[in-house]
């Protein structure tokens, strides 16, 4: 089971996660102080750069529009999906033992107070915001049921991994499955986010 190569590279990800996660917050906090201290002239420069909700229109280009409904049909099927997800976790963790996760570090909904935006472009930040932390936060209660019930790799190479995908076992390891799987599913209760 052990790994120490991919188990490096695992840190050193979680690692530069982190450098980033840090270095965007402390980009957030200038644009915070920069908003302390130049409120009403920010305010102004936001009313500058907004464009007019008949004007946005006027010159969004057709097919975008054309596209607009299909895309906010996603909607009711994305909160079905959210209801179903977060009610699977609320009754299935507590049973496996396993650490919950916490849907508001996933869906970040913050864009939308920017002044510079119009109606229609805030509602879609509201949707990307939205819809992006659901497939996050899915994604990562999925891989936790994933550890707890089938914590094996795939014989081929995936495209995108969870972060729980490193600790699985090898493809086609009988032994080290039957061995390690308790191990495995008891780790899920101390997940720290």
Known sequence: MENSKIDAIVEQIKALEYEL????HKEYEKFNCEISKKREELLAMYKNDKEGIFKYLATAPLPFMLTFPIIWSVLL????LDLFVTVYQAICFPVYKITKVKRSDYIIID???LGYLNIIEKANCIYCGYVNGLIGYVSEVAGRTEQFWCPIRHASRTKSIHRQYPRFLKYGDGKDYHKNLDKLREELRYIKE
């Open 77 to 80: 099927p994305v909160l079905i």
């Open 21 to 24: 996660e840090v270095e965007a």
């Open 111 to 113: 864009r939308h107070r």
